[in-house]
């Protein structure tokens, strides 16, 4: 089992920037892949940005590239999003996930259900 638990959302106005966190705890290795995805009313829940646990390369969504980092504190066993730059089209629920599946290549999982824990979500309001 595998808890996450996210912080960070608020409310900003366009153009600003927001830190979300991550923080993982229970059976964490450094083969899982951590993904950020969000949901906004109405729609399905889209792939954001992803990462191994232990490092490697980053992958991004194209409507996020160039704006959002995804990066990780291995002693604080926490994933962070930094989003700057952010529109209105960015307003939804942001949610983390794990997938424990072991890749042999560099497939990086991008669809909602190949992940295996989901946090609890955490609103980001962007007003215009």
């Known amino acids: 089992q595998v808890q996450l638990v996210e912080s960070g959302g608020g409310l900003v106005q366009a153009g600003g920037s927001l830190r979300l966190s991550c923080a993982a705890s229970?059976?964490?290795?450094?083969?899982?892949?951590m993904g950020w995805f969000r949901q906004a009313p109405g729609k399905e829940r889209e792939f954001v940005a992803a990462?191994?646990?232990?490092?490697?390369?980053?992958y991004y969504a194209d409507s996020v590239k160039g704006r959002f980092t995804i990066s990780r504190d291995n002693a604080k066993n926490t994933v962070y999003l930094q989003m700057n730059s952010l529109n209105a089209e960015d307003t939804a629920v942001y949610y983390c996930?794990?997938?424990?599946?072991?890749?042999?290549?560099?497939?990086?999982?991008?669809?909602?259900?190949?992940?295996?824990?989901w946090g609890q979500g955490t609103q980001v309001t962007v007003s215009s």
């Open positions: 990462r191994r646990w232990s490092g490697g390369n980053t």
């Open positions: 229970g059976r964490t290795f450094s083969g899982q892949t």
């Open positions: 996930a794990v997938d424990q599946k072991i890749y042999s290549n560099d497939y990086v999982p991008r669809i909602y259900y190949e992940y295996d824990y």
